[in-house]
């Protein structure tokens, strides 16, 4: 009971009447290198390995190389692409196709609005 009438008594830590220390307070700046890797060099080396590692191994249990990876890569890129021009060529036969009935109708529409206009 004594402590409760004290008038120099100190709030808790964590309320926050008090200012922090300023040097606590000033975050601390981070090179631009830290910024880059997104942390320490000698950190992002050693998830860089571990990685590398964990992901070697699985592709020596599949059976897959880099050169393969590349190879299945340009191959289904050269596919997409035979396959999108076929498409554009599908759809310019489609447009002449259609242009053939579509034009001529359209065109003879016109001259028969043209005649009884006048």
Same mark, same amino acid.
């Given at each position: 009971m004594i402590g409760d009438h004290e008038t120099r008594r100190r709030p808790p830590l964590d309320s926050g009447a008090y200012p &922090?220390?300023?040097? &606590?307070a000033a975050p601390r700046r981070r090179s631009g290198l830290?910024?880059?890797?997104g942390g320490s060099p000698a950190a992002v080396f050693v998830k860089l390995l571990f990685l590398s590692v964990l992901v070697g191994s699985v592709m020596a249990m599949l059976g897959l190389t880099p050169g393969l990876l590349f190879w299945h890569l340009y191959d289904l890129t050269r596919s997409l692409i035979d396959l999108g021009l076929d498409t554009f060529h599908d759809f310019g036969r489609w447009i002449l196709a259609g242009a053939v009935v579509v034009v001529p109708i359209w065109f003879i529409a016109r001259l028969m609005t043209v005649s009884r206009e006048r």
């Open positions: &922090a220390d300023p040097r &606590a830290n910024r880059f890797l």
